[in-house]
């Protein structure tokens, strides 16, 4: 419904209607990572639980139920 407006102005502040604002998007930015880049590897099981121990984190249970339940 957005895009369909008419555009009122074509200043130097133009953007885009229906596109999101700065960091508000979901996910990774395209500038994130250099060319080339990959996304580094996440913490294996074991690494979580060394770190949640010396920060003294208790571990997560997760409550939700699952779909069906």
């Known amino acids: 419904m957005a895009a369909q407006r008419e555009k009122i102005t074509d200043g130097p502040n133009e953007r885009a ?3 999101n604002i700065a960091g508000t998007a979901p996910g990774i930015p395209d500038e994130a990572l250099a060319p080339g ?3 580094p590897e996440p913490p ?3 690494e979580e ?7 003294g984190v208790p571990e997560e249970e ?3 139920p699952l779909e069906g339940e």
């Open 49 to 55: 639980r060394r770190i949640r121990e010396k920060l």
């Open 44 to 46: 294996t099981a074991e």
């Open 17 to 19: 209607i229906d596109e």
């Open 62 to 64: 997760d409550t939700l």
């Open 37 to 39: 880049e990959e996304l």
